[in-house]
Every structure is written in C-alpha cells, then in structure tokens.
C-alpha cells in the first residue's frame, strides 16, 4: 500500500557530545521515507533538494525503494541546518537555518502519486499541508506532524489542517504548546476535539502516549544507554509508524499499538549513531527482535 | 508479614494551582505507611513528633493498622514543611522548611520491631539508616531512599549505606545527580556496582524503569487528567511497593513487577487530593480497578 510523505530533503551538521557531522543526509522526509522502506514498498517522497544534493543520498534512497518522481531539484542550495545537543539530548539548539530552495518549496504531486492511500505531512506549513491533502484523490489515512514555529505563527491554519488529519503526531512540549494546557491527557483530549480521531504524542526517552476517545496507550522508549544523535528520532517513528500500518492495513487498536511499537523501534536504532547511518545496516531481524524485548521490558 | 518504616511525621502547608491545606497530615513514614497498609498488616512505624502533633492524626494511623509503638513524641512543634507547585507539578518550591524536633531525631527501634522481615528506609541522613539497619536482627528486604539534600552533602554516607540495600528508590533526578550522569539506563546500571540488586528510578508523570543487571521494566504512570497535589507521591508508590511484596512473600521478576504496578496505583490515588485525603476514602476495589486499566492501557 502506498505512502506519500510530504517534507524536508536537507543536509545537517549536527554536533552532540559524542561527536560531529557536517552536511550529513538528513531531513524529515528523508527519515521518515528509510524508517517506513523497511516495512512496505510504495513510497512516494515529495520534496525539493539543490544542484548540490550529493548524488550519493539520491541513490541511498533508491536503494531504499523510495520513489523520488516528486523530488524536484531546483538551482540553489539544499536546506541546511546546523544544530547541537548537549548533555540533555531531548532539546536541539539550532545554531543556523538556511531554507535555500525550500523557501518557494510548493508541494506539487506528480500524477503517478495522487491515489496513494496513505499520506504523511510533515512538519511543514499546515498551509503546504492542506495543498497535499487537496492533491490527493482516494486517500483513506491522512497522518500529520507539526512543530513549535507553525504553533506560534501558523495556529489557526493548523488547527484548520488538522481537521482533516485521522493521526496528529507531535512531542509533549507541542502539544503543551498548542493547547495551553500542561497536563498532557487533557491537552490531548482537546486535541481531539478539533478532528483528529487519535493524537499521537511523543515524549523523547520517555516513550510516547496515545489518545482516541475511548482508548489509551503508553509505550516506553527503547531503553539505550548510547544516544548518539537524537536528530531525526521523530520523523523516523513516524515512518516505522505508518510504514508498518500501511503493510498491514489493519487500522484496530491492537494493530496501531504494534505499529507504534515498530515505530519506536526504528526511532531507537536511528539515534544511535548520526544522521541514517544506523539505518543503512539495520536489517528486518534486528528490528523484530527489539520489538520482543519492548514486550517483555512492558509485561507484567 | 511485618515491614519497619523510618522517616518523617510532618505536618505540611501546600499549595497547588488547584488549592492549598495548612498543617495538613504529612511527612515520608506516613505517606509510606498508609500505602502499605492497603496490603498488609504488620507496618511499624519509627519517627518523631512534637507534642502538638493533632490526635487525630494519631487516631488515623492507628485507624490504618500501622503499630506507633516506635513514634516518639517530644516536647516542641512537629517537623513542618511549607511548599508551592506551579503548572508543572513535577517540580515542589519548598517554601520552608522547619525540622522542629526532627532536628535531634535519632530512630531507635522497640524491641517488638527488631525482627520484622522487611524494612523501608524512607529519605532521612544515610548514617541514620544506617543506624535503622544495625538494630534490625533478622532483616530480609532493605528499600531505601534519599533526597538531593543527601545526595549533596553526605554522598560517601550515603554510597555506604546502598552497600547494605536491595531495593534502591529515587527519581530521576536524584539517579543522575548521584551518579554525574545524564542518562538513566547508565546511572542505573553504575548504582548496581555500589551493591543494591534492584535500583527503581522515579520519573513522576512518565511513570518509573527499574533495572536489575539481567532485568528491565519500565511502567508508565496512571494517566490522570487532574492531579491536586503530588506531595508524598514517592513515599506512597514505595508503601504500595513493598505492601504489596511484604503480603506475598514473592519477589520473582514477575511479581517485582507486579508490586511496582500496584506502588503507581497507589501513588496514582494519592496525588487526586491534597495530604492523605483520597486514601481515607480509598478501597480495594477500587486499587484492583486500577491495576487492571494499568495492563490494558500497556499491552500490544
């Protein structure tokens, strides 16, 4: 079954105590797009690089079975972000944002993409968002991610996207944020009320939580002792997420949970080591059997 | 079976976005106690009080079952804590604190409590739990915990006193203050070197992880939308904890577990109103109820 995943294609210099990259792979798109090609071919990346995207990531995403139809490479430079963690690396210090081609980035779906069934929005502007949403078809799941800038400056057009999204996907921090509301079950229980049929929050070593309106589910993270780079851990729950659901499609409680499960999985591989590095050896066994041990370090 | 209890008797002035009590029922033994005494029978509990400690407060402990043979009372004023939450109720102000006849506070033991099997070290001055330790004859289980303020001030103490303990309890806080290191799986796993077998790491609203050197668990908190006052949340998941082990007999992995889940019930319960006042009307069923929701809000 088919994804398309609306998002940033960049190049990161990423800094953290346990080292350094500079203008390494990575992107939201890009991380979402490797998480979910472990589970499900189809999927179809929308993006924009520069004439200086290296020639090597493209093909690292080919490899990955990713349909790059719609990533256009227009002249100018890759998005490029510079940011560095310290000691806590549940916050990124950004140091610089340089937008380049992705300033006049509009989402423009190729044909061969518009009757995906799934769809994955980024955390791009909820009014990119809602161009996507209005490009596709026969979408049957629409899952969103969002991030503290389009909470301050975007708010009612996001509040407007998320109307139409089934998932909203964003950290604790965000969905404190958004709702004005500290404790974390209510302000997901108001999300909910503006459309969203679950809310998917994240809480960074502390695992992440779910709310419908008559379930609840809480998952650990995967307990590491060695978090190399945390960059990217969001985007790639999210493709493990949905990479895992659109295989099955098979939308019941019982199989969202194991699909968070997976998605959580392939977030704890990505952070051990900078940029898709990790991803780039990780093999299907690797990942089933940490997603044995996330049951038995949960069972009781 | 019997557990000892050492720690502090208070009386507490707090206040939270959602109210405030003056003198109100506190203090580490008590939270602790009240807890357990859901479970078993049997709690003793070592402290102090000033001779203006309420008789009713006498009266509700003793209401619980738990045996004051080895509360002292002193003339002067009850140990008496005054404190402030804001919105992120994770985190107390302490406003004052008054140690009162806590000041000269050295826990000696009745005979009657010298051979019980179980014994909950709750987070006074490392030698003084040391102290507890020597006058018992025939102990089994040693839980113990700390605050910062030992952590900072009698480190080496309190590094002696671990040697001797099977069940080290603190938050995450404490667990990286003590060992210089950020992150947890890591802290644990330097803690067991110093001798418990078993560390339990609180982590408030995120529930705990508790770390054996061949185990790991990790237990989210009761997901609550209203929570009044988290005063003696700690104290209470360690009396639910240890009640429940002490009234089984059983400590196997899995019904470590199992205790753990009924100390975050309990604990649960208790942040629902300021002081004691939610267990005064708490029953068991209730605690069952809960229990169950923990399995089904964790399984996948």
């Known amino acids: 079954m088919s994804i398309v995943v609306v998002g940033s294609v960049a190049l990161d210099s990423v800094e953290t105590p346990f080292g350094r990259v500079e203008n390494a792979l990575g992107g939201s798109a890009t991380y979402f797009s490797v998480a979910a090609s ?4 189809g999927i179809k990346l929308v993006g924009i690089v520069g004439d200086d995207f290296p020639q090597e990531h493209v093909d690292f995403l080919h ?3 990713v349909d790059l139809t719609g990533l256009e490479c227009a002249i100018g430079k890759t998005f490029y972000w510079r940011g560095r963690y310290g000691d806590n690396l549940n916050v990124a210090e950004t140091l610089s944002t340089e937008l380049n081609v992705f300033e006049e980035f509009v989402p423009k779906l190729p044909e061969s993409y518009r009757n995906a069934k799934h769809v ?12 996507v949403l209005r490009q596709m078809e026969d979408v049957e799941l629409v899952v969103c991610d969002t991030m503290n800038l ?7 057009e996001l509040l407007e996207t998320i109307k139409h999204v089934d998932i909203f996907v964003l950290n604790d921090a965000e969905a404190r944020q958004l709702m004005g509301e500290f404790n ?3 302000a997901a229980k108001r999300i909910l009320d503006y ?15 779910t709310s ?3 379930s609840y589910f809480s998952s650990p993270a995967y307990p590491l002792e060695n978090i190399v780079d945390p960059t990217g851990a969001g985007d790639t729950f999210a493709g493990g997420f949905l990479g895992y659901l659109a295989s099955t499609g098979d939308l019941s409680e019982s199989n969202v949970r194991k699909a968070i499960v ?14 898709l590095n990790r991803q780039r050896s990780l093999t299907r066994a690797e990942i089933e059997a940490r997603f044995d041990e996330m049951r038995a370090i949960t069972e009781f």
């Open 184 to 186: 974390l079950n209510k």
């Open 150 to 156: 389009w909470i301050s400056e975007r708010r009612a």
């Open 38 to 41: 472990f589970f499900t071919m």
């Open 195 to 209: 459309g969203p049929s679950r809310v998917i929050i994240k809480k960074g070593e502390h695992g992440s939580v």
């Open 262 to 275: 997976y998605g959580t999985v392939l977030a704890s591989f990505n952070v051990e080591d900078f940029s």
């Open 120 to 131: 994955f929005l980024a955390n791009i502007n909820p009014e990119l968002q809602m161009d």
């Open 63 to 65: 490899s990955r079975g």
């Open 212 to 214: 419908t309106r008559t």
